[in-house]
């Protein structure tokens, strides 16, 4: 059973950054695609970055592009997103989730599509103050 667990998320002012890690266990192989998500109150679930661990395709939404960086570390089953320049909307709860054999075609499409993913995180609070 794939397992995540997310860290990270804390309280930091407009243009600070935060580095959140995703720890996967249970992962058979590096054919999945871990994602990150986010959520604010009163909003739509957001796919915020996606890296495929097997050739280390990276995914990001436009608003995020530049600064927030997706790596995996496949040893360690340990994905990281480092979040810089980070503004008070961004603030949410943000999750990890895995994807099993998500194709480049696919995963080129539609990363974001968060019925894709099939285990989830409990989330990490991020908190940006003005």
């Known amino acids: 059973e794939v397992q995540l667990v997310e860290s990270g998320g804390g309280l930091v002012q407009a243009g600070g950054s935060l580095r959140l890690s995703c720890e996967a266990s249970?992962?058979?192989?590096?054919?999945?695609?871990i994602a990150w998500f986010r959520q604010a109150p009163g909003k739509e679930r957001e796919g915020v970055a996606c890296?495929?661990?097997?050739?280390?395709?990276?995914y990001y939404t436009n608003s995020v592009r530049g600064r927030f960086t997706i790596s995996g570390d496949n040893a360690k089953k340990t994905v990281t997103l480092v979040m810089n320049n980070l503004r008070p909307q961004e603030t949410a709860v943000y999750y990890c989730?895995?994807?099993?054999?998500?194709?480049?075609?696919?995963?080129?499409?539609?990363?974001?599509?968060?019925?894709?993913?099939?285990?989830w995180g409990q989330g990490t609070q991020v908190t940006v103050s003005p």
């Open positions: 989730a895995a994807a099993r054999s998500l194709t480049t075609v696919v995963a080129d499409a539609s990363w974001w599509w968060a019925t894709w993913y099939h285990n």
């Open positions: 249970g992962l058979t192989d590096d054919d999945y695609a």
């Open positions: 890296i495929r661990l097997g050739d280390g395709n990276r």
